[in-house]
């Protein structure tokens, strides 16, 4: 069985095609701003007039017919980019005559990560612009144990980033400069129990840049307590819930000092440590293209008429039928 995933919950379109066993073909067109951040409607735009001439290269690739269902990102995500998306799934549903499937975005990540690495039930780190979660499975749900309580860790970094004047993504820039950071100064650490906040991190950091500190120690200083406080709730989690591996996952799961904080936190629990390959680490049509697939494989259809946007669509309203 092949599937065909489309994503663009944000600034990353993509689109990808699977069979139960690999990717067949992943290609991406993402958007990026001249300045600033990801403007929706700039940034739908772009999703809208690029969506054509993918799909065209993506049939370059795979013959139509071999497809036998449709998948699409339903949310959580950008309005504007998401109706784009929906618009597209549904055309080719019934242009192609196959069943289609809304997929939520954040699942749709757990689930290519559990299907590329040996995790089988793990505490997972979900790291992106719009989210950062620990979630673990608990019945036929996941449930979401800590959340950010403002914004996301990709966000936090691009917000720093684009105040010392680099432009998006700022995230890897960030890394890159830690890399060359020797100072560590203190900011503002927040946990309340297993949910955690950036916003006041990085006005601290904006504060500390303002007064002269180097770029790379305040890159180097934001990194350290950022993915201090993402290793600790992830940490309790293993913990409260008995588990034994972790799984990284999201854009900013390409991070290597995140990875390497993570990785030894789980030596010291004797847990093992997962993170997928980079290019289905951050939002691609592959992981799109294989949660649709294993949905539609148990019982789930999205009827063309209620193939609706989910902006706020979340990972705990969806039934979990697989292992």
């Known amino acids: 069985m092949i599937a065909l995933g489309i994503e663009g919950t944000a600034w990353s ?30 940034a739908s735009q772009h999703h809208s007039e690029r969506m054509a001439p993918l799909l065209s290269r993506l049939f370059d690739k795979v013959e139509r ?24 799934a549904r055309l080719l549903s019934v242009k192609l005559k196959k069943p289609l499937v809304g997929v939520n975005h954040c699942l749709a990540h757990v689930e290519v990560g559990r299907w590329k690495t040996r995790a089988k039930r793990p505490v997972v780190l979900y790291v992106s612009g719009g989210n950062s979660q620990v979630i673990a499975r608990r019945g036929n749900r996941y449930r979401v144990f800590g959340e950010t309580l403002d914004i996301g ?4 970094l691009d917000k720093l980033a684009r105040y ?12 890159k400069l830690a890399e060359n950071g020797k100072k560590y100064h203190p900011l503002p650490y927040v946990v309340k129990g297993m949910d955690f906040s950036f916003s006041g991190m990085v006005t601290a950091a904006q504060k500390l840049y303002d007064s002269g500190v180097s770029p790379e120690d305040v890159a180097y200083s934001f990194q350290e307590t950022a993915f201090a406080i993402l290793t600790e709730v992830t940490e309790r989690a293993l913990a409260y819930l008995g588990l034994n591996e972790v799984l990284l996952v999201g854009g900013v799961a390409a991070n290597r000092r995140l990875q390497e904080m993570l990785r030894v936190m789980c030596d010291d629990r004797g847990a093992r440590f997962y993170t997928p390959p980079k290019e ?4 691609n049509g592959a992981m799109i293209a294989y949660t649709g697939l294993l949905m539609y494989k148990h019982g789930y259809v999205t009827p063309v008429e209620k193939s609706y946007v989910r902006p ?12």
């Not at 860790?153 to 936090?156: M, Q, R, S, V, Y």
């Not at 010392?164 to 890394?175: C, R, S, T, V």
């Open 164 to 175: 010392m004047g680099l432009k998006h993504p700022g995230g890897p820039k960030i890394e």
């Open 280 to 283: 289905l680490a951050g939002d």
């Open 153 to 156: 860790i990709g966000n936090a």
């Open 65 to 88: 017919d071999s497809i036998d269902v449709i998948a699409f990102s339903q949310g959580p995500g950008m309005g504007p980019c998401l109706r784009v998306v929906a618009t597209a």
């Open 312 to 323: 706020d669509f979340r990972i705990e309203d969806v039934e979990v039928r697989w292992d």
């Open 13 to 42: 379109l993509s689109v990808g095609v699977v069979n139960e066993n690999d990717v067949i073909a992943l290609l991406n067109d993402p958007y990026q701003p001249k300045e600033g951040g990801i403007h929706p409607r700039e």
